[in-house]
């Protein structure tokens, strides 16, 4: 019977190195390029020990052996089977020789060691078990293609069938909500919409001036926070988020590197240190999550990094290798008990629990796949992007993420126009288009960019009202899609519920609320 040990790869030993293209690749900081040659190293036993106890790793069966790329924090393995599975493909060893068995995140494990004590490596380090088999090192060829890696789920993206993706495939009811217009609150380009149960929270993409606040119908309330230098007055905000057990919105301020609270109502209640310049920022469970991915000052020196209420680390990863010239964002898309995150242009999804970081999807873009050069390119702007886009012709990777009921949604960045991609978990069908046929009321309708309870959150200005009346309406009419009937009541209904459609520049977006099917 074969036994289990802990084996830990020696920093003298002697390695030979298979390269696998894997299509599937996983690392210590996510999943960062697609495909990403993963080497399997083999040894002789003589090579490994076990952590704390050296020479008992000659003769051993099975074992878990870690190592790193130091300079992408990317996990390197050995290990050998009559059968590998491995980032969602299964491999079979043709002779005795060295393999992936399986991968499970270690931020939450015990580290090999006499010691025993668990801790997190800066870039994550993920554990590998395996079954060994004598011999040395031998080839390994695809048998077979999965889905799942235990609970990480391969969601693939196929060639867009069509230009127009139904709204009734996915969504049950649509809603819509006009924004009070006041001189109070002209609102510019939508960047953030949050919703409680009371109220809607607005933030602008340039230059915000505060957190706007609006009731469930749309009428303006007041503004949170201002721009200035008063201990309740924020120099540059970059983001918020609300914590709603204690009615409390929290705003941060980039440059002094803290937050600010405020209660629902706007009266502020203290402030506290972070010490860290978040682009991006959100609040769970008594805990905040900040990133930058070019983090060049403040403490830790990590794209993203989590803290307590008193502005304690707790959990941190992606140590900085590269300092960008360039800021790219990340997506936080907070649910009930967990965060969904990625990194942006990324193809790996992961959860965020407490200060646990799990992966959770790995949207496999396939032939359409962007190379490492083109999107490092991208990222790093040292091509213009849509030059980039245009030449390649491939998605560049994820742009935002939702998960509402059994169904993940994702805005994909491709060439001018993103994709969106549905995803039904129960039935594991996939449906990537450019844009959503809004087949209710035959409006034009943008990307999502929030979610509420049932709820995705999509924005357009009111002008599109007209534009229906004046030539959308005739279009579907001429597709066969809409009736001359259901157009007339089309009509009558907005123009008795937004008379103010037409007055350009005094009119504030709408927000369009999505029922997700169940």
Known sequence: MKKKSFLKIGGAMLLLALVLNIQY????????????????????????STGGDAGKGAGTDTGVLWTEISEDCFVIVTGAADTVTAFGLQFKVEADGYGILS??????????????QCSSSPCGEFWIEYAKADGAAAS???????????????????????????????????????????????????????????????????????????????????KIGNRGQEPEEFVDLSDFSLNEEERVVYLYDLMRTKV??????????????????ADNFEYQNGLFYLYRENVVHGDPLY?????????????????VIEKLSKTNYCVF????????????????????????????????????????????????????PLTVLLECKKMAGIKDIFEINDKVFIKNKHIVIPQFTVYDKKTQKVKTFSHILNDFLFIGLSHPIGQYKDYLISVGP????????????????????????????????????????????????MIFLLKVKK
């Open 25 to 48: 690749a996983w690392g210590g900081d996510g999943v960062k390029d697609h495909p990403l040659h993963l080497e399997v190293l083999a040894q002789s036993n003589d090579s490994i």
């Open 333 to 384: 898309r907070k649910l009930d008990n967990e965060i969904l995150f990625a990194e942006d242009l990324r193809d790996s999804i992961f959860t965020i629990r407490g200060d646990e970081l799990t992966p959770k999807y790995f949207i496999d873009y396939k032939d359409k796949s962007m190379s490492k050069v083109d999107r490092e390119s991208i990222l790093k702007r040292t091509r213009l």
């Open 303 to 319: 794209s993203l990094v989590i803290k307590d209420d008193k502005g304690k680390t707790v959990n941190k990863y992606y140590p």
């Open 103 to 116: 991968v499970s995140n270690a931020s939450t494990r015990c580290k090999p060691g006499g010691d025993k």
């Open 260 to 277: 600010l609270a405020f209660s629902y109502e706007g009266d502020f209640i203290k402030d506290i240190p972070m010490n860290y310049y």
């Open 462 to 509: 009111q002008e599109r009202l007209q534009a229906a009346i004046n030539i959308g309406f005739k279009v579907w009419q001429e597709e066969g899609l809409l009736t001359a009937k259901r157009a007339k009541e089309l009509t009558a209904m907005i123009e008795e519920r937004f008379p103010d459609r037409n007055n350009i520049g005094e009119t504030n977006p």
């Open 140 to 222: 390994i060829k695809e048998e077979q293609k999965r889905t799942e890696i235990g609970d990480m789920v391969s969601i693939p993206i196929t060639d867009m069938e069509t230009d127009y993706g139904k709204l009734s495939d996915f969504a049950e009811d649509i809603k819509m909500i006009p924004l009070e217009f006041k001189d109070e609150c002209i609102l510019g380009e939508i960047r953030k919409v949050v919703m409680s149960d009371s109220y809607i929270f607005i933030m602008e993409r340039n230059n915000p001036k505060g957190v706007y606040v609006f009731d469930h119908m749309g009428k303006y309330l007041y």
